[in-house]
């Protein structure tokens, strides 16, 4: 049961947010005075004054002086959703597109407005307490983690690890677990030693442009499965598809894909896990966004219902607590010790100390917390943007509903080239990600990737309003 003042103001801000979404509550209709609030809740009137505040942070009401607080959202007004994306008619050969490279060179630019990195900035990162745990990992290693660590890794921070798998329904230990430099870096140890050059993999489409990157430096070639922006692959697509098209591994983002925002639910993932098995096919299971969800419970994983080995779980830290210690890890199962061959000849151990730091900030307590604040922010500034979309952009865009993660796609009317339009924000110093950059077809020209991890301020909707305007331009 929920009984802290912070749990109160939440329940009760939730409960209205679900009255405003069935239109219970509907736009303009005046809300209880904080008072009368506080009197029927059975909560102070700082705890009723929370909630609202939390609802106004969301955009879903305001407060009007002398008058007080108003409906202000209206599900009626937002964007349809995209379709379930359409299948290829045969794996391809990866290339890289000239287009990622010319958004990365605009991302390292200070003065640019970037909805286009799926990354927390620095300023809501636990900075003192992460340089903390830092100063106590080289009090507590030996040698001040100036050695080589362990092949697996940290054992501490597996163990934490293992703990935190509770979340998820695991129960693993820490010796099932091999730390790796990075997410990144975990997927390609687990696609190295369950594939070879030549091999196709499927992966979601759209897909991270990063895991497209990754199919060509290891000589793969890739199979895009049709996906459902809320629901994931076409598991019945992918059943044909394995034997058809002799698919050796998946890789697939089961939790709040990047970009569609897509979250597989977990009998779809029991299913996926099946189908597996009948092949004999692994799953290389990237779950970098899993503990980011707006729900009250984190989504499962595939993992959970694996019971032959054939998931290797994939995860990291870098995008929840700090993208500059590439610190990742993989559950591989079966191919565990593939795995670790793999990695020592690439790299003998892992950094000692960034595994060490996190491991003494897991042990403390605090990454729940942070990770509880993070959910709400990312919440809101979602809301925040899919709102200002609806209000800037052309009336038939299509926006994802996102249930966590970092980014939402927009599918634009077609008439609308979102590389040109990314050329056109640039000039005004505000890129995205275009959606071309996403698929290995010449498909998705007219969409686009929007991370909405700023936190919500008038230079944020300026610069929504601005690539909005410039869309409207295109159309013409």
């Known amino acids: 049961m929920l009984k802290t003042a912070d749990h109160l103001y939440l329940q009760i801000a939730d409960n209205l947010e679900q009255l405003i979404t069935r239109q219970v509550l509907k736009m303009g209709d005046k809300l209880p005075s904080v008072r009368n609030l506080s009197e029927e809740k ?3 009137m700082s705890t009723a004054f929370q909630a609202y505040y939390h609802l106004e942070s969301k955009g879903m009401i305001e407060s009007r002086p002398k008058s007080g607080y108003y409906v202000t959202f209206c599900p009626r007004r937002m964007p349809e959703i995209p379709k379930q994306t359409e299948a290829v008619k045969k794996p391809s050969e990866v290339t890289v ?18 909805f286009s990195s799926a990354v927390f900035p620095v300023a809501q ?21 100036l050695m080589y660590d362990t092949l697996q890794g940290n054992e501490d921070l597996r163990r934490q690890i293992a703990r935190m798998s509770i979340g998820w329904g695991g129960a693993v230990t820490e010796d099932d677990i091999v730390i790796a430099a990075g997410c990144s870096d975990a997927l390609s140890l687990c696609l190295s030693a369950v594939t070879q050059p030549g091999d196709t993999i499927a992966v979601e489409s759209p897909t991270y442009y990063g895991s497209l990157q990754l199919a060509e430096n290891l000589g793969l070639k890739v199979l895009e499965i049709p996906t459902h922006p809320l629901t994931g692959v076409d598991l019945e697509y992918l059943n044909k598809a394995i034997p058809k098209f002799k698919i050796r591994a998946c890789l697939f983002v089961t939790n709040f894909t990047n970009p569609l925002g897509a979250c597989m639910p977990d009998s779809h993932k029991q299913e996926l896990v099946r189908i597996l098995e009948k092949y004999d096919i692994p799953l290389i299971e990237d779950d970098i966004y899993g503990d980011m969800y707006f729900g009250k419970e984190r989504p499962g ?13 994939c995860n990291s830290f870098s995008k929840s607590l700090a993208p500059g210690y590439r610190v990742g890890w993989t ?7 593939k795995v670790l061959r793999i990695k020592r000849n690439r790299a003998i ?7 060490a730091a996190i491991a003494c900030f897991l042990e403390n307590g605090r990454y729940e917390y942070h990770l509880r604040s993070m959910r709400q922010a990312l919440h809101t500034q979602f809301m925040r943007h899919l709102q200002a979309i609806s209000d800037y952009f052309p009336e038939d865009t299509c926006v994802t509903r996102p249930g966590g993660g970092f980014v939402c796609w927009i599918e634009l009317n077609p008439k609308i080239n979102a590389f040109e339009l990314y050329e056109q924000s640039l000039k005004h110093k505000v890129i995205f990600a275009p959606g071309r950059i996403f698929s290995l077809q010449d498909r998705y020209n007219n969409c686009l990737r929007i991370s909405y991890n700023n936190a919500w301020s008038k230079t944020v909707e300026d610069g929504l309003k601005t690539i909005g305007k410039l869309a409207r331009k295109l159309m013409v």
Request: glycine fraction near 8%.
């Open 301 to 313: 994983v595939c993992k959970t219902f694996d019971k032959n080995g054939l998931v290797l779980l």
């Open 97 to 114: 597109h000239e287009m990622i490279s010319r958004m990365y060179l605009h991302n390292s630019n200070p003065e640019i407005l970037k």
């Open 42 to 44: 059975g909560v102070s």
């Open 331 to 337: 559950l591989p199962g079966r191919y565990k010790e």
């Open 349 to 355: 151990s892992s950094p000692s100390l960034p595994s």
């Open 125 to 145: 990162l636990p900075t003192a307490k992460m340089t903390k745990a830092m100063v106590q990992a080289i009090h507590r290693l030996p040698n001040g983690g």
